[in-house]
């Protein structure tokens, strides 16, 4: 029982890491270092930090010894073993990694509606 619980646990902490790894990276490479969005060491940086971060969350992987990021990937994996293991990563496994997951995409476009309906009332208020 405690091997499942640090499974879970270990799924649910590398899916937020993933999530926002990216998004640090972004912010690292713009704001800290400094550069824009489009110069071209700028994306040498940012896409050698993504590379960088794979291989620390398939070490991570490792060490938690069979802790994922990624839903289909522990889907995978449940469809070839055991119908106890598959009734366990669907029910628990797979609803913890995309918790994280949906709670930034609904975060994003609640950003987006609420820039679009402010630009869209400014629009409005210069046109008449």
């Known amino acids: 029982m405690a091997g499942i619980i640090e499974l879970l646990i270990s799924d649910m902490t590398m899916s937020f890491m993933w999530v926002w790894s990216s998004v640090l990276i972004k912010i690292f ?5 400094g550069y824009h969005h489009y110069d071209l060491h700028a994306e040498i940086i940012r896409y050698s930090l993504s590379i960088m971060n794979m291989f620390l969350f398939a070490y991570l992987a490792k060490v938690t010894k069979g802790g994922a990021y990624n839903p289909l990937t522990v889907l995978s994996s449940a469809i070839s073993g055991s119908f106890g293991k598959f009734l366990f990563t669907i029910g ?11 709670s930034k995409l609904v975060d994003h476009h609640v950003e987006t509606c609420m820039a679009f309906l402010t630009l869209n009332s400014t629009m409005t208020m210069t046109v008449h």
Not at 92 to 102: D, E, F, G, K, V
């Open 29 to 33: 490479v713009h704001d800290v270092l």
């Open 92 to 102: 628990s496994r797979i609803p913890l990694q995309a918790n994280h997951r949906c």
